[in-house]
């Protein structure tokens, strides 16, 4: 069942079309995910999901409301966790989830104890009562996280849950997240990190400039690109003499392409089964000694890249800015 719709959106500031018409939906229970680099409109989207933006057109409903006509009401029934902390440094843990609560109109005695329910899930008893300008980083993504749920809403919004702390948190985050879905939330979250939304979105939406160019799960992104064949070589020390060969190889087998890399190895690339033992001969010949040969499977990031056209350097350089 569709918890979510959104269809024909749009979001332009003056002349900049930062939303440029995406549609999708997200089933109740899921966690769907948009992919896309810094400025792609993953934050503007959200934006104007949880009602922080108007929309310059296009419809939104959320739990059969209008999330648009509607957005106090959708309000009541969804958790919002931005991109950055957005809690008190003075007050102390406890006291920030009490004092969310409150915004809500929950009543002293349960909000203090859906608070301490909340520190215990998130492994955060022991730091209750100290400030939170006190906490790491990943103590303060998680209880940013905490506050986005003492509401108990049906519908969490995570902007970009990772970026920005250390390794350990990051599996902790993702944990949480995946227990959350376990518990029946239905998540929509943005990143930029491939492997994060390959490891715990049921579905992925590639977005760019403004544009969503493909939705699907895992394994339908994978489909949907032509089929390519990949065996890794690792070679002797003379790499150098293979980049003499490459011209050679691709005349004699007219549907591989050689790609040479660093560290003596090539990839080898068709677009169907590669004959591997004539291409070990021809190089045997040539005195280029072969160690090893392993084949590649095609990953995510090779399917971001081929239906985006982005270089995945960008966003790793995304996630230390």
Do not use: W
Not at 61 to 89: C, F, H, S, T
């Amino acid at each position: 069942m569709e918890i979510v719709k959104v269809t024909n959106l749009k979001k332009a500031y003056g002349n900049l079309q930062a939303v440029k018409g995406i549609s999708f939906s997200i089933k109740q229970g899921e966690i769907f995910g948009l992919l896309g680099p810094n400025g792609a409109g993953k934050t503007s989207t959200i934006n104007m999901l949880i009602g922080l933006s108007r929309p310059s057109g296009g419809n939104i409903m959320i739990d059969g409301m209008d999330a648009i006509k509607d957005i106090k009401k959708v309000q009541r029934i969804i958790g919002v966790i931005p991109d950055e902390n957005n809690l008190y440094g003075e007050m102390s843990g406890f006291d920030n989830l009490c004092f969310c609560a409150s915004l809500y109109g929950i009543g002293k005695k349960e909000r203090e104890r859906r608070a301490m329910e909340l520190l215990k899930q998130f492994g955060l008893t022991d730091a209750a009562k100290r400030p939170f300008r006190t906490y790491s980083k990943g103590m303060k993504r998680r209880l940013t996280i905490a506050a986005g749920l003492i509401h108990d809403p049906k519908i969490l919004f995570l902007d970009e849950p990772t970026t920005g702390i250390d390794v350990e948190s990051t599996r902790q985050i993702r944990d949480l997240i995946l227990s959350l879905k376990k518990q029946g939330r239905t998540i929509l979250m943005t990143t930029h990190y491939i492997e994060e939304a390959e490891r715990i979105c049921g579905r992925i939406a590639f977005i760019v400039n403004g544009e969503i160019v493909k939705v699907g799960t895992v394994a339908e992104l994978m489909e949907s690109v032509e089929k390519e064949y990949k065996i890794k070589l690792q070679l002797g020390s003379n790499i150098k003499e293979l980049k003499g060969v490459r011209e050679e190889l691709e005349r004699n087998f007219l549907n591989c392409k050689i790609e040479v890399l660093e560290q003596n190895s090539c990839i080898i690339v068709s677009k169907g089964p590669i004959p591997l033992s004539p291409i070990l001969q021809m190089l045997d010949s040539q005195g280029i000694s072969v160690f090893e040969a392993k084949a590649i499977k095609p990953s995510l990031e090779d399917v971001f890249v081929r239906i985006t056209g982005i270089d995945v350097s960008k966003l790793e350089k995304e996630k230390v800015s």
